[in-house]
């Protein structure tokens, strides 16, 4: 079993050319592309995608492909990097209280009996805002509140 054959870009402007050299001889257009052993659905396949194009314009659409290739890499990368900032500016974003704000929390906070002398202990909240699943102080309660295994 024979494996398909991969023409470069090169190649196929060569065999296009050739076909139209052919042609120009006075060659039926099927028996040419024939004669370049190409199917006639991969003559006009090609002839769409490379018509009419000469090496130096063939090198240069090359040369543009890969710079566009650079240049969605590089709107993709900075766009995903805004999204990222955007993000992070959003959720680390704190505003101010007024002194009216702060005055009432503080105030409720007094009154609700969590304050230092208030029997029921306070829950160390870490930067996730959750409790810390090992409490810093002391006493008895220093095992994990899940198992680990």
């Not at 024979?2 to 006075?26: A, D, F, S, W």
């Not at 002398?117 to 959750?130: F, H, N, Q």
């Amino acid at each position: 079993m024979m494996g398909i054959k991969r023409y470069k870009p090169e190649e196929i402007v060569t065999k296009l050319r050739q076909v139209e050299v052919l042609c120009g001889q006075g060659m039926l257009r099927i028996d040419a592309i024939r004669q370049v052993h190409i199917t006639e659905q991969t003559f006009y396949r090609w002839r769409k995608q490379y018509g009419g194009m000469g090496t130096d314009r063939l090198k240069e659409l090359k040369r543009l492909q890969k710079e566009n290739e650079r240049l969605r890499r590089a709107v993709s990368d900075l766009t995903l990097d805004k999204l990222v900032l955007s993000e992070a500016a959003r959720v680390n974003f704190i505003r101010p209280l007024s002194s009216d704000q702060w005055r009432s929390m503080v105030s409720s906070f007094a009154t609700s009996g969590l304050h230092r002398s208030s029997e029921k202990p306070v829950p160390d909240l870490g930067a996730s805002g959750l409790p810390h699943p090992w409490p810093a102080s002391g006493h008895a309660e220093t095992t994990p509140r899940w198992p680990c295994r």
